[in-house]
């Protein structure tokens, strides 16, 4: 497959930006510049050159950037830490997204149990009392007496309605 090589050298930059971002989030990376040019199917190869035309022609306001990016191929790739060509993927941010989201018999990284349970801090005493005085001579239920009340003969009537 024949690159040019503005859209190599982009890529080149892309990928060591990657590198660096995964070392400093304490992942290994063996994968090498070949094997992540590999990883490009000819659809990505053709997004990055039209962002490449399109930042030719770009004179001001925020710079196009192509829809590719690096990324692990599910959450298990990532829980081993290894980028390799076996763990990467090259896809857009939307499907990264969606790739990297916990499914169905993953188990939960460390790290991640570690950022869900991570306690937001002590409140304010004028922020508690405040609470406080919102919440008084408020119903915690969300049925008033009258709809409990309602609920009741509608159930009553049912059982009557299947006892016959």
């Not at 990657?18 to 990883?39: A, D, P, R």
């Not at 000819?42 to 022609?57: F, N, P, T, V, W």
């Not at 925020?62 to 599910?74: A, G, N, S, Y």
């Not at 008033?144 to 609920?151: C, D």
Request: overall charge positive; charged content about 35%; glycine content about 6%.
């Amino acid at each position: 497959m024949y690159i040019d090589l503005k859209t190599l050298a982009f890529m080149k930059g892309r990928f060591d930006r990657s590198k660096e971002y995964q070392i400093k989030e304490g992942m290994s990376f063996v994968l090498s510049f070949y094997e992540y040019v590999e990883l490009h199917t000819r659809k990505h190869i053709d997004k990055i050159e039209g962002c490449m035309k399109r930042l030719a022609k770009h004179t001001h306001g925020r710079k196009p950037q192509p829809d590719v990016c690096l990324t692990w191929i599910d959450y298990k790739s990532k829980s081993s830490g290894i980028m390799s060509i076996d763990t990467a993927i090259v896809t857009s941010k939307k499907d990264s997204d969606k790739r990297n989201r916990i499914g169905a018999g993953d188990k939960m990284r460390a790290t991640h149990r570690a950022n869900i349970s991570k306690p937001k801090g002590p409140q304010a005493e004028e922020h508690k009392e405040a609470i406080s005085e919102a919440k008084k001579g408020v119903s915690i239920s969300k049925w008033s007496p009258e709809r409990h009340a309602k609920n009741a003969e509608r159930l009553a009537a049912r059982k009557a309605k299947n006892a016959i």
